[in-house]
């Protein structure tokens, strides 16, 4: 019914930027809170940062000043832009959105994820 679709990840130096992007398509009424979570390995998958339709944002104490999340509500799309990266940064970057779908009698908001796109911070 509905799928999300991340690109941008891939392999960085220390210090280097990168942009996530992730696209929400299929039977959309609209596209209420989306957000950026990643699982670096062994470790439980964590909040990075949300954004609401309205533009409130919020962000894990430890990329505050160095990642900024937007989005494209016309597009159904939201990014990431990362910078400053560290090794500490590595990990799958999962996309998520609270989606109101169309559906009968009525629509229905659900959440949904992202498969992951990998991000590699390298010394």
């Known amino acids: 019914q509905v799928q999300l679709v991340e690109s941008g990840g891939g392999l960085v130096q220390v210090g280097g930027s990168l942009r996530l992007s992730c696209t929400a398509s299929?039977?959309?009424?609209?596209?209420?809170?989306m957000g950026w979570y990643r699982q670096a390995p062994g470790k439980q998958r964590e909040l990075v940062a949300t954004?609401?339709?309205?533009?409130?944002?919020n962000y894990a104490d430890s990329v505050k000043g160095r990642f900024t999340i937007s989005r494209d509500n016309a597009a159904n799309t939201v990014y990431l832009q990362m910078n400053s990266l560290t090794p500490g940064d590595t990990a799958v970057y999962y996309c998520?959105?609270?989606?109101?779908?169309?559906?009968?009698?009525?629509?229905?908001?659900?959440?949904?994820w992202g498969e992951g796109t990998l991000v590699t911070v390298t010394a």
């Open positions: 998520n959105a609270y989606v109101l779908v169309r559906a009968l009698p009525g629509p229905y908001e659900a959440s949904y």
């Open positions: 954004i609401t339709s309205g533009g409130n944002t």
């Open positions: 299929g039977r959309i009424v609209g596209v209420n809170a």
